[in-house]
């Protein structure tokens, strides 16, 4: 299975689902988005991903920029106690890439919402949603995840991208 798709509408809500829909799978999750944040609602982009990956072994890394606001805090608060995100401070981080790495199957969503409940309710937004079971570089959606995977892999290593010091 391959498949490429245009997402408009619930472009967050969609990677969520997948998360949750492979959770028996799942192995790394991976988000990066430059701001994060809840409305604390069941409905919510955070709230929905946290609850895909609650109740799984799989790692969880976050890339993020540094806080400066108490609601962009909270978010990675949240995500660090109830999903295990190892989490990444990147202060020039524009990027918003939603990436699910699973025993036979990989997706990813990479467009425009930041990981808000305003990206997903209130924005114009638009991403590519990809899936895959292949992972041969034969194949055009595989080659884009693993292109993908080694780019989001990458920044761990950046110049002035740095692991967020455990707070315990």
Not at 47 to 73: F, G, M, N
Not at 80 to 93: D, F, H, M, Q, R
Request: proline share 4%; charged share 25%.
């Amino acid at each position: 299975m391959r498949r490429l798709k245009l997402l408009t509408n619930a472009i967050l809500k969609t990677f969520a689902d997948m998360v949750y829909n492979n959770q028996r799978r799942v192995h790394r999750v991976w988000i990066v988005s430059p701001w994060i944040g809840g409305d604390g609602l069941r409905r919510d982009p955070l709230y929905l991903l946290i609850e895909a990956v609650r109740r799984t072994s799989c790692d969880v890394i976050l890339i993020t920029r540094p806080p400066k606001d108490v609601w962009h805090q909270d978010a990675i608060n949240l995500l660090e106690k109830y999903a295990g995100a190892t989490v990444y401070y990147c202060p020039a981080l524009h990027t918003k890439l939603y990436l699910l790495e699973c025993n036979g199957f990989r997706g990813a969503v990479l467009g425009s919402p930041n990981l808000t409940s305003r990206a997903e309710k209130a924005n114009r937004e638009i991403a590519v949603e990809f899936r895959t079971t292949v992972t041969a570089d034969d194949d055009d959606v595989a080659t884009v995840i693993n292109e993908l995977t080694e780019y989001v892999s990458s920044l761990r290593g950046e110049d002035g991208v740095y692991l967020k010091q455990s707070s315990n």
